[in-house]
């Protein structure tokens, strides 16, 4: 799951060649590559998953849900978890892979942090598809080894991008982790705290 409400603005760095984002879709469900075009054809697109054939399927059937919620994003439950944050309402996709999108985030947020963001999810989808619990209950948010594993894939990438510290520690703060969890993450994923 990404971040749910915007950090602090983010200036740097610009997203990389190629990344395209469609951000006037309509609310409701649109296929991943109608709402990010070319997303399977960047570097991290062709590293996500060793399988050409499991790549191809995310990508072509993968769907994203545009919402009107002032939110991130985050992959939709196959049904509703046992455990739920007060108020909170997911979408639930039964039968098809959806990441849920705040459409105010599609509109509005750097392109840098919408790569990262979407990549984020895809690596939780293939997590999910393996059989992985995306939302063990009574496990810290910074103690899941699918938020670890899918955030060190995009901070890999932007690492390979020349992102700098600041940028990644501002990124990986979450609205529901302490400073301390933001601290454990940040030594998790190798990222210098200030």
């Known amino acids: 799951m990404a971040r749910a409400t915007s950090p602090a603005p983010l200036t740097e760095p610009p997203a990389p060649p190629g990344f ?5 879709l309509a609310l409701g469900r ?5 709402v990010f075009p070319g997303l399977d054809k960047l570097p991290p697109g ?11 399927r995310l990508f072509e059937t993968t769907e994203i849900e545009l919402v009107s919620e002032d939110m991130w994003a985050y992959v939709a ?17 039964p039968r098809t892979n959806c990441i849920v999108l ?10 840098m942090i919408l790569y990262m963001d979407i990549y984020h999810e895809l690596c939780h989808i293939l997590q999910r ?4 619990e995306l939302w063990p209950p009574g496990m810290s948010y910074v103690e899941r080894w699918t938020e670890i594993e899918a955030y060190r894939f995009v901070v890999e990438e932007a690492r390979r991008l020349h992102v700098s510290d600041a940028f990644l520690r501002e990124y ?17 994923l190798g990222v210098p705290a200030k």
């Open 77 to 93: 439950p196959r049904e509703v978890p046992a455990f739920r944050r007060a108020g909170w309402k997911p979408v639930v996709s």
């Open 20 to 24: 395209q984002i469609a951000r006037n």
């Open 46 to 56: 062709k590293r996500i998953h060793s399988d050409p054939e499991v790549r191809r």
């Open 102 to 111: 705040g459409a105010s985030h599609l509109r509005e947020s750097e392109a």
């Open 30 to 34: 649109h296929p991943m590559l109608e």
């Open 129 to 132: 598809d393996g059989g992985a």
């Open 172 to 188: 990986l703060k979450v609205e529901w982790i302490t400073p301390a969890e933001h601290r454990r993450l940040l030594e998790a």
